[in-house]
């Protein structure tokens, strides 16, 4: 169990930085990120 969550919050913390770069390059806001993010770390 603990190792499945070191790997959800591996990802979900590669997912915040390529969120992130994304979300910069095309000169969006964060909005969508942190819903996301937040949508993961509830689970």
């Given amino acids: 169990m603990r190792i499945r ?3 959800l919050s591996y990802f979900s913390a590669t997912l915040h930085e390529l969120l992130t770069f994304y979300y910069q390059v095309t000169n969006k806001h964060l909005s969508m990120d942190k ?7 509830n689970c």
């Fill in 5 to 7: 969550h070191n790997i």
């Fill in 35 to 41: 819903f996301l993010i937040l949508k993961i770390s």
